[in-house]
């Protein structure tokens, strides 16, 4: 497996810092993960998981970061990973499969993206009711690779907390806190719960605030630290989609116990975000990247208190 070795940087940003009102910045730039996105930390992970146990057929609802992680991770599985691994039983040399379901409205460069990894062994599967089509999936023995409902998907982003405690014991130092814009929350449980459990052990260290990030058309868990008083309206931000909220009771107490908080983003604060983000670094990150500094501008504005650097995950597309 080689998500082990797969790193991302983290990048200084003093003078959007200054611009935000903030000490100090940085940027977790996990848009440049070797399977693009943090959910390279994860879905490679459950993959690896189920195959261990027998599993070789796998299904995703995910138009995004997650069915880009997966297909990416079982493409190179079959071709080069695989192929050392083949002995005489077949249940072992079986080849993976992946089926992708996605929305009637999936945005076509995503779609597009996608069906550049589809082969005889990855399928796009385009349906009214994805998520429907992945439950009847699992109902017969197809393994889900849903993060909501499935804690292997914690695991993974274990490997993320821990980078970010390496890294924060060099010139950032400990964060005082960490933006994530956030669908399901996995990757927020799983930050969370590390570092309260690392702090526990150091009776002198200091947790990073955990803050979440939500958009106008879906918001259930930063609704849990306030009304969402914005626009009515469809948010650039589109993977931001789960409204079960599944995680929410176990996330929204430990983000508490770290002093973060739940922010909402309208397209306004996205694209505000952006255009500071360009100014002053140069970069141009996706919507949904933006959300992390859009986050990060509401709470200096708030006056919320945060003490040492602020760190924005920037996620992918």
């Not at 999936?137 to 993974?156: F, H, K």
């Not at 990030?213 to 969402?228: D, E, I, L």
């Not at 970069?283 to 990060?296: M, P, Q, Y």
Request: hydrophobic content about 40%; overall charge neutral; aromatic content about 6%.
């Amino acid at each position: 497996m080689k998500t082990a070795d797969a790193k991302t940087p983290i990048e200084h940003y003093p003078a959007l810092a200054k611009a935000i009102g903030v000490s100090d910045l940085y940027f977790k730039r996990e848009d440049l993960h070797l399977y693009g996105s943090h959910k390279g930390r994860s879905i490679p992970v459950m993959i690896d998981n189920y195959y261990k146990i027998g599993d070789r057929r796998f299904a995703i609802s995910s138009s995004g970061n997650a069915a880009l992680a997966a297909a990416l991770y079982i493409n190179e599985l079959n071709s080069s990973h695989f192929s050392q691994l083949k002995c005489a039983d077949s249940k072992t040399s079986q080849p993976i499969d992946l089926d992708i379901f996605v929305g009637n409205h999936v945005a076509p460069h995503k779609l597009e993206k996608l069906k550049k990894l589809a082969n005889d062994n990855i399928r796009i599967l385009v349906k009214e009711r994805p998520l429907q089509a992945l439950t009847q999936a699992t109902n017969e023995g197809v393994r889900s690779l849903r993060q909501s409902t499935d804690d292997t998907a914690l695991i993974g982003y274990e490997s993320l907390a821990e980078e970010l405690v390496e890294e924060l014991e060099g010139p950032p130092k400990t964060a005082g806190a960490i933006f994530i814009g956030t669908s399901s929350g996995t990757t927020a449980q799983a930050l969370a719960s590390h570092f309260l459990k690392k702090i526990a052990k150091d009776k002198n260290g200091r947790c990073p605030q955990i803050h979440i990030v939500q958009t106008s058309s879906c918001h259930p868990m930063s609704a849990a630290f306030g009304a969402y008083e914005g626009p009515d309206e469809k948010s650039d931000a589109d993977a931001i989609v789960d409204i079960t909220a599944q995680r929410k009771s176990a996330l929204i107490p430990l983000i508490e116990k770290t002093g973060g908080y739940g922010w909402f983003a309208t397209n306004e604060n996205i694209q505000a975000a952006q255009e500071l983000v360009k100014k002053h670094t140069g970069l141009d990150i996706s919507t949904n990247s933006a959300l992390s500094v859009a986050g990060a501008i509401q709470a200096a504005y708030a006056g919320h208190d945060i003490k040492g650097p602020v760190i924005c995950m920037i996620c992918g597309d």
